[in-house]
């Protein structure tokens, strides 16, 4: 081992010799070029950086243009029973939609929230119920089993669709297939259904 030690240590000091005993002006120029390249690769990161933001930006831009196209679709359309308007943020909503007539939820009124993401309308929004919903496919977060919402969704779609389908499933909903086990069960006793549900959904949500 002594030996060993002996022989690294050697190798040290005789590549730190080496180092000494070059020229100034090669030392500095390898310096030199390690600054440069250093400085160069920072110049590649911040490049970058800037591509990622102009892309963002380009694609916020676009999703804003088609956002406000159906925010003056849904302002002048014949759909009863849905509202929908955006927040400072226009990736951001806020949906309203009232209860279907002749359904167990007739007479309520539930907001939601609307998240758009920058891939829209390639990729869904992502809608909670705000107002508490006992629903069979909706958990107590509010979060909705809807296969429009997932892997049926389309680029055809608009928020319109959206909440139209959401206003639909509340009085059709899919009970082989459950956020909400104990709603699903329950759904076959309407009178006890709709009493459970408006209990649920609290006094604010009555129309």
Same mark, same amino acid.
């Given at each position: 081992?002594?030996?060993?030690?002996?022989h690294v240590s +050697? %190798?040290?000091?005789?590549?730190?010799? #080496? $180092? &000494? =005993? @070059?020229? *100034?002006?090669?030392? !500095? /120029?390898? +310096? %030199?070029?390690?600054?440069?390249?250093? #400085? $160069? &690769? =920072? @110049?590649? *990161?911040?490049?970058? !950086? /800037?591509?990622?933001?102009?892309?963002?930006?380009?694609?916020?831009?676009?999703? @804003?243009?088609?956002?406000?196209?159906?925010?003056?679709?849904?302002?002048?359309?014949?759909?009863?029973?849905?509202?929908?308007?955006?927040?400072?943020?226009?990736?951001?909503?806020?949906?309203?939609?009232?209860?279907?007539?002749?359904?167990?939820?007739?007479?309520l009124t539930f907001?939601?929230?609307?998240?758009?993401?920058?891939?829209?309308?390639?990729?869904?929004?992502?809608?909670?119920?705000?107002?508490?919903?006992?629903?069979?496919?909706?958990?107590?977060?509010?979060?909705?089993?809807?296969?429009?919402?997932?892997?049926?969704?389309?680029?055809?779609?608009?928020?319109?669709?959206?909440?139209?389908?959401?206003?639909?499933?509340?009085?059709?909903?899919?009970?082989?297939?459950?956020?909400?086990?104990?709603?699903?069960?329950?759904?076959?006793?309407?009178?006890?259904?709709?009493?459970?549900?408006?209990?649920?959904?609290?006094?604010?949500?009555?129309?």
């Amino acid at each position: 081992m002594a030996d060993v030690a002996v022989h690294v240590s +050697a %190798a040290a000091a005789a590549a730190a010799a #080496a $180092a &000494a =005993a @070059a020229p *100034v002006g090669d030392r !500095g /120029a390898a +310096a %030199a070029t390690t600054v440069g390249d250093r #400085a $160069a &690769a =920072a @110049a590649v *990161v911040v490049a970058d !950086g /800037a591509d990622v933001n102009t892309r963002k930006r380009k694609r916020r831009k676009g999703v @804003a243009k088609r956002l406000r196209r159906e925010l003056a679709q849904l302002m002048t359309g014949a759909c009863p029973g849905i509202v929908a308007f955006p927040s400072e943020d226009i990736l951001c909503w806020t949906g309203q939609i009232d209860g279907p007539p002749a359904t167990v939820y007739e007479s309520l009124t539930f907001k939601l929230s609307i998240q758009f993401p920058l891939e829209y309308p390639y990729s869904p929004p992502v809608v909670k119920f705000d107002t508490p919903c006992y629903h069979p496919n909706v958990d107590t977060a509010g979060n909705i089993c809807l296969d429009i919402l997932n892997d049926m969704w389309s680029a055809a779609y608009t928020t319109t669709t959206v909440l139209l389908s959401v206003q639909s499933l509340l009085g059709q909903p899919n009970n082989s297939d459950p956020l909400n086990a104990e709603a699903a069960q329950l759904w076959a006793n309407q009178p006890l259904f709709r009493e459970t549900a408006r209990s649920f959904a609290g006094a604010g949500a009555v129309r």
